[in-house]
């Protein structure tokens, strides 16, 4: 018997937190039934489109279902709604059923936002898009947030960040579900090439750095993004950037933050963190993002990871 999933839809809903994990699920070969709830029986989401034949929001779920909050455009204005108000409403009804696991809270993006102000995140560690984070933890003080992760699963709760990541969830809550062969398929059929972790940052090195407008310095970035698993000297890469290797280190410090060799460090783990999602090993993995050795990759790996728990 497929296993329900409710989507809570609300005015000013944003297409992809809702379409992208509602197609995902329904490609998973049967083995979900997906249905629409809300306070109103037809919204007008973030493209434009009106999403029409939305069923009322019934007293209870039944047990075992999936119940998934997408997020809305705007979250300062479309949660400050009669039907926002509603939907909160509903969701503290169901407070019991959901920490006691009966159904899975799953929120996308500013879903989070809805399910803080119904008290449902209180002790819970939990995540949202980067641009909302200060106005969760606003929402919900005694909640865990945490930064820079794509989704976070405590005591039978789910939230992700934005958009896309709503797609990383449904997949891996497929393979939770249903096993690691239904959600490769549903993968290849989607043409998603590897499914990121839960602990993945939400940019990655390849977007996180480029918030300058330097062009020397995007010069660089551009030959290094472009073969990462190249042995890159300091005098080659500023050839590349037409400056002085002095002074694009310099550059990379007072823009970035970071090192050239910091920098080139991160592309390669994204390389290898993607070669290993797709299945290759750790060896393999590693000589193609240009490490000399696994060993060589793990190290790489406790250093950065060292640097996020401090």
């Known amino acids: 018997m497929p296993q329900p ?103 996308i993006c500013s879903g989070a936002l809805l399910a803080a102000q119904a ?31 794509v989704f976070v699963e405590h005591q039978g709760i789910w939230t992700s960040a934005g958009i896309t990541a709503g797609i990383d969830l449904a997949l891996h809550l497929i393979n939770r579900l249903c096993g690691a062969p239904q959600a490769l398929a549903v993968a290849r059929e989607m043409v998603v090439w590897f499914r990121r972790a839960g602990d993945d940052p939400q940019l990655s090195p390849w977007l996180r750095y480029r918030h300058h407008l330097h062009p020397a310095l995007h010069r660089a970035q551009d030959a290094l993004i472009a073969h990462p698993e190249h042995d890159w000297s300091l005098d080659a890469l500023a050839q590349r950037a037409h400056v002085s290797a002095r002074h694009l280190t310099r550059l990379f410090r007072q823009h970035l933050g970071i090192s050239v060799r910091e920098y080139h460090e991160q592309l390669r783990l994204g390389i290898a963190r993607q ?36």
Not at 53 to 71: E, T
Not at 76 to 96: G, I, Y
Not at 291 to 304: G, N, P, T, V
């Open 275 to 310: 070669r290993q999602q797709q299945g290759e090993a750790a060896e393999k993995a590693a000589l193609a993002a240009g490490f000399s050795s696994a060993r060589q990759l793990r190290r790489a790996r406790q250093r950065w990871d060292d640097q996020l728990t401090r």
């Open 119 to 149: 008290g449902l995140l209180d002790g819970v560690a939990c995540t949202t898009h980067h641009d909302v984070l200060s106005r969760l933890r606003a929402a919900a003080p005694a909640a865990r947030v945490k930064e820079n992760r």
């Open 5 to 107: 999933v409710y989507f809570l839809v609300l005015p000013g809903v944003m297409a992809l937190d809702l379409t992208g994990p509602a197609e995902t699920l329904q490609l998973a070969g049967g083995h979900f039934s997906l249905h629409y709830i809300g306070p109103q029986p037809a919204v007008r989401c973030s493209t434009g489109m009106t999403l029409a034949d939305i069923a009322p929001l019934p007293a209870q779920l039944p047990d075992n279902s999936l119940l998934l909050v997408p997020g809305v455009c705007d979250s300062r204005v479309w949660l400050d709604t009669p039907a926002a108000t509603a939907a909160r409403h509903w969701l503290r009804q169901q407070h019991s059923a959901i920490h006691s696991q009966r159904i899975t809270l799953v929120c």
